[in-house]
């Protein structure tokens, strides 16, 4: 490749907005750059934010796809980031939306920690057990493949695109959402811990819990983890709704 | 003013803050995190291959113990490390991935029977033992005996993260994301707090608290190449020269991974190689034996990364648009093995480079190159992780040099460390917030809190013609070029004095949005002469040190001098108003070394100069192992007479392993 050769002209336009502003009111910002091989969202917004808008909020971590900070609406779609490359999108046309669901900070940063917090406060998102642990002596047993199931659930890394995508989040404000019922998932397989059924249907047996999933699955369709959240879902509430 | 009074104070959300808070809040302390972002976003996540501790449960792992997770981590320091510490450390370690793994965190186990595996690029079989079923599992990393790191898959520090962030909310800790801490509050020598912006409203708060303690991480952004998330710029060690008293050590001492994808930098963790992954040149040829026959791939991070862009610089790189790279390929693991084991490093090459690692050839070949990746130096601290000038002010994980890695990090001694410090370091800081009271009057509060609020207003009216994004590109670009992998004299007095520049630009700037809040620029506008502080630490000490330690390599001073430089590198930053920092040295004392300056088993021989008390010092050691030996000693009684060493709570209490007799 030649470094005289030019990449095409794209087109990003992005929500604007500062809610803690009496004057700012929401609106699109078109942002023209020349596509470099191998762009990102990443590259392109700090692109736009170091040479074109300085104002311009965001959220970025790891730039890998693996803390889960920059989920935004692409084009109508909830992704992250910095793993869409803009050579995916073949018009040359990126409309960048910050995520429903959650409280807009700016632009197209939210404050999916907050919700977060929440939801992992709300399902206990630890291990309960009582047992003391002698930690100079040798480890609990755990089937490997047991072991691997939990890691399998252990994956979501709270980007929260499912909440993003989630139909029934639109209806229940209050819903705990796949993210918080993955959570539930994840400690019902983990030997750790001691909660029964019971336990788990006190936290999320009602229909902002585990009776609110309409399956439409889009959160599934939408989990950069490839998580299986409906599969789960329908799990726990065939589980929980034996309880009833 | 607004001021949050409370016991303990944490300023950094990742693994080593959130574990240091756990141990604060337990022992019945209130208790703030401070962090950047959702402490589950912490750069801590990113870490992917594992965690060492020697448990010695599976078969390539057997017979493993404290001593030589020691010799290792001291080996690979290339005797820069504090070899007190790097005992506490390599003695906590198996008890923190045991706490772990009660804590929820779901480590691979071993399987029972035989499984297949690749080993210097040839399959192998081994047999795990029906009695070893369901414990805790190692693989093989760089530069150690045993295969020791413990792993989850390739999500390792994701898992890590998420099992202490929750035991955190278990126990109530007050965890506040989306706040900087912008400077330290200090009377008399004894750190009280921070003054802290709100990320969201851009409002100035005071925290007061009886003890500090500053876990932010590393500097890696302050280089060009990094695998460092974009929050790791170093302004917990900025905040803590800033005071003019607390010092950083051993900045110097900078680690390149040896593969990161081109040209995005993301990590492709070392358990690639760890797990038989190869590296290849321009012609497929598997060059790491030419150069280290013994330890091939696995030698240490630093002997490989140098290693790769010496075969480069040979005419032997692989030519790209961003420069010359070398391949990686872990093809040869098997699909099966990659699908299970290396699923985030396969989604990262199908989705950075549309490339698919489990094709066979060169079809699946990464294109790699070695790039910034850890930084061993910070916040020097002793080994109870207190500043050893500022009182209050601790620091652990890889904001500080508590100094277990010396001036080489062997590959999973890093997450290791975090939970580890987190336990130490957390257990000490909780212990002096118990025993210490906040005397500092809220007029110095507001002092501190004035002075930030001004530095802000002076910030915004600025009216230069200087952009602060370029100032902090160039800085990247001077680190990268001047002072990476290989350094020389005249290069790195360029980068110091460049540097100098950069910095007194910083004032030349106008930020064009006048907000307080949500104002991108502004952040920039007083986080990059922090940064710029970081790195003149790093160029200054790497200029002033004339030899060549672990990832301090110098092409005019290729010897460790063990004569001249078995020492520490101390920055201070005394006047503000300085454009560099001073630099002084504190010796390390071989006389009361464990292991004594030696070969490392890798890299070139013949590279020492030696200081005399070596040989004194190791003939003392001879003498008194065999006579202890000699009375029927044990090994735990042999090394406490060597170099006695103390662990807060019952840490000191003996690792319990399968292997016991």
Not at chain 1, 137 to 158: Q, Y
Not at chain 2, 332 to 360: K, M, S, T, W, Y
Not at chain 2, 536 to 561: M, P, Q
């Amino acid at each position: 490749m030649s470094n005289e050769q030019k990449g095409r002209e794209i087109t990003i336009s992005v929500l604007k907005f500062n809610p803690r502003s009496k004057v700012s009111k929401p609106h699109f910002v078109d942002y023209k750059l020349e596509e470099t091989p191998g762009m990102t969202l990443f590259i392109a917004l700090n692109y736009i934010r170091e040479n074109l808008d300085p104002d311009l909020s965001f959220d970025f971590v790891c730039r890998a796809g693996i803390c889960g900070s920059c989920g935004m609406v692409i084009n109508g779609k909830p992704a992250l980031a910095c793993r869409t490359l803009t050579s995916s999108y073949p018009e040359g046309k990126l409309k960048l939306m910050p995520m429903p669901a959650f409280e807009l900070i700016k632009d197209l940063s939210v404050n999916t920690g907050k919700w977060m917090d929440k939801m992992s406060k709300r399902v206990e998102s630890w291990i309960h057990s009582n047992k003391e642990v002698d930690i100079s002596k040798m480890e609990e047993r755990i089937d490997p493949d047991v072991a691997n199931d939990t890691f399998e659930l252990d994956r979501c890394i709270e980007c929260g695109i499912c909440v993003a995508s989630c139909g029934t989040m639109l209806m229940r404000p209050d819903f705990v959402g796949p993210v918080g019922l993955n959570r539930v998932a994840r400690f019902e397989v983990d030997p750790h811990d001691n909660r029964t059924s019971e336990d788990f249907y006190e936290l999320v047996g009602d229909d902002d819990g585990i009776f609110g999933c309409m399956s439409l699955m889009a959160c599934e369709d939408h989990c950069p983890k490839h998580l299986p959240l409906q599969n789960k879902i329908a799990y726990l509430r065939r589980k929980l709704v034996s309880l009833r | 003013m607004k001021v949050n009074y409370c016991d303990a104070l944490v300023i950094g959300g990742g693994l080593a803050g959130l574990r240091a808070a756990v141990a604060a809040q337990k022992k019945g302390l209130s208790t703030i995190v401070l962090s950047l972002v959702p402490v589950k976003r912490s750069h801590s996540a990113a870490a992917q291959g594992g965690m060492q501790a020697s448990l010695g449960n599976s078969k390539m792992s057997d017979g493993d113990n404290e001593d030589l997770h020691f010799a290792d981590t001291v080996k690979g320091s290339d005797w820069g490390c504090d070899q007190e510490v790097a005992r506490m450390f390599v003695h906590t370690a198996p008890k923190a991935i045991r706490e772990l793994a009660a804590w929820g965190v779901p480590w691979s186990r071993v399987k029972a029977g035989t499984r297949d595996a690749v080993i210097n690029a040839k399959k192998t079989t081994i047999t795990e033992d029906e009695d070893r079923h369901g414990l805790i599992t190692s693989r093989d990393f760089g530069g150690t005996k045993k295969w020791r790191t413990c792993y989850t898959a390739d999500a390792t520090g994701h898992t890590m993260l998420f099992g202490v962030a929750n035991e955190a909310l278990k126990h109530d800790v007050d965890i506040r994301d989306r706040k900087e801490a912008i400077r330290l509050i200090h009377e008399d020598g004894r750190c009280y707090g921070a003054v802290v912006r709100d990320l969201i409203t851009g409002e100035l708060e005071a925290y007061v608290a009886k003890g500090t303690c500053i876990a932010t991480g590393g500097y890696g952004r302050v280089f060009k190449q990094t695998t460092n998330a974009v929050i790791c710029e170093g302004i917990g060690a900025a905040i803590a020269i800033e005071t003019g008293i607390a010092t950083l050590s051993n900045m110097e001492a900078v680690q390149f991974h040896p593969t990161p994808i081109v040209p995005s930098g993301i990590l492709l963790t070392e358990g690639c190689r760890g797990d038989g992954g190869i590296l290849r040149d321009v012609d497929g040829h598997r060059f790491m034996p030419d150069y280290e026959p013994e330890k091939k791939e696995l030698a240490s991070r630093d002997v490989v990364s140098r290693r790769m862009i010496e075969h480069i610089r040979n005419g032997k790189g692989v030519p790209s648009p961003y420069g010359f790279h070398v391949w990686l390929d872990i093809s040869i693991l098997g699909r099966e093995h990659i699908e299970r084991n290396l699923r985030d490093v396969q989604e990262i090459c199908q989705i950075f480079n549309g490339i698919d690692p489990a094709d066979e050839g060169p079809k699946g070949w990464a294109p790699v190159l070695p790039m910034q990746h850890y930084s061993m130096g910070g916040i020097r601290t002793k080994p109870t992780g207190e500043s050893t000038r500022l009182k209050g002010l601790f620091a652990c994980g890889e904001a500080a040099c508590w100094d277990m890695h010396g001036f080489n990090r062997l590959g999973g001694n890093s997450v290791s460390e975090t939970v580890v410090a987190g336990m130490i370091i957390g257990n000490y800081f909780a212990d002096f917030c118990l025993e210490n009271d906040v005397t500092i009057p809220t007029a110095t509060i507001q002092k501190f809190v004035d002075a930030e609020d001004a530095y802000l207003d002076e910030i915004l009216s600025y009216n230069g013609s200087e952009s602060i994004f370029k100032i902090k590109n160039r800085m990247k670009e001077i680190m990268h070029d001047k002072v990476g992998i290989f350094r020389d004299g005249p290069h790195l007095e360029e980068a110091v004095e460049e540097l100098k520049e950069l910095l007194v630009k910083t004032k030349q700037i106008t930020v064009k949005s006048k907000e307080r809040a949500g104002n991108p620029e502004l952040e920039e506008a007083y986080r990059v002469p922090k940064m710029l502080k970081v790195a003149l630490c790093v160029a200054k000490g790497a200029r002033d040190r004339t030899e060549s330690r672990g990832a301090h390599s110098r092409e005019d001073y290729t010897k460790r001098d063990d004569a001249n430089w078995l020492n520490r590198t101390l920055c201070t930053w005394p006047n503000p108003t300085d454009l560099e920092p001073t630099i002084e040295y504190a010796p390390l004392d071989i006389m009361k070394m464990e292991m004594p300056p030696a070969f490392r088993g890798y890299g070139a021989k013949g590279m020492i100069i030696e200081h005399p008390d070596s040989a004194i010092r190791q003939a003392e050691v001879d003498e008194l192992r065999e006579k202890m030996e000699a009375d029927g000693k044990d090994r735990h009684e042999i090394q406490d007479a060597l170099m006695h060493f103390d662990l807060p709570m019952n840490y000191k209490e003996r690792n319990e392993r399968a292997g016991d007799k």
